[in-house]
């Protein structure tokens, strides 16, 4: 199985911060990685989909970048409504992984 | 509207069965692939099952595999995820998700395996 590492597992971040959040594969995963949000008591959400692309309807303060075992998560400017956790997850093989998880708090 | 609706979910005994169903409205559902991803209570996501646009291909987690079977029907718009010899560390939140990324997620049906 594919393991996905997400480091940090917890960041505090002020409004208008750069943030970065990290995916590593285990093994090469060409571009199969996607990112998701996820606030309490809801469901998550898809931000990007193949690595860099961005679903419809996300802002474009949300870009992701990377491609075989090193990916990268960057909202440009942290706004209030952005406090959440954010997994990532490969859709390369089966079965499908999902990273631990890094939970974006207010600082 | 696009959007998954779960239902099912209630309180079983350890060893006890359960079918969760996902409907599917708003989109061309048989053009999708569909999964079952899991969240036990405050921890994180776990891919469950996934099952192609025509059934004919399903995969599993190691962790459900023989005792769960995902299945469809296109002519339902419908998801289905029957669950079996359910254990303690089934207890979770559990979502259908649409598309081979995960690109829409319903808001899950919580399933409580106790005693």
């Known amino acids: 199985d594919i393991q996905m590492t997400q480091s940090p597992s917890s960041l505090s971040a002020s409004v208008g911060d750069r943030v970065t959040i990290t995916c590593r594969a285990s093994?090469?995963?060409?571009?199969?990685l996607a990112w998701f949000q996820q606030k309490p008591g809801k469901a998550p959400k898809s931000l990007i989909y193949?690595?860099?692309s961005l679903q419809s309807g996300v802002p474009s303060k949300f870009s992701g970048s990377g491609s075989g075992t090193d990916f990268t998560l960057t909202i440009s400017s942290l706004q209030p409504e952005d406090f959440a956790t954010y997994y990532c997850?490969?859709?390369?093989?089966?079965?499908?992984?999902f990273g631990g998880g890094t939970k974006v708090e207010i600082k | 509207e696009v959007q998954l609706v779960e239902s099912g979910g209630v309180v079983v005994q350890p060893g006890g069965s359960l079918r969760l169903s996902c409907a599917a409205s708003g989109f061309t559902f048989d053009d999708y692939t569909m999964h079952w991803v899991r969240q036990a209570p405050g921890k994180g996501l776990e891919w469950v099952s996934l099952i192609s646009w025509d059934g004919g291909s399903t995969y599993y987690a190691d962790s459900v595999k023989g005792r769960f079977t995902i299945s469809r029907d296109n002519s339902k718009n419908s998801l289905y995820l029957q669950m079996n010899s359910l254990r303690t560390e089934d207890t979770a939140l559990y979502y259908c998700?649409?598309?081979?990324?995960?690109?829409?997620w319903g808001q899950g049906t919580l399933v409580t395996v106790s005693s």
């Open positions: 193949a690595a860099s």
């Open positions: 997850q490969q859709y390369n093989s089966y079965p499908i992984t």
């Open positions: 093994q090469g995963i060409s571009n199969y």
């Open positions: 998700a649409k598309g081979a990324s995960l690109l829409l």
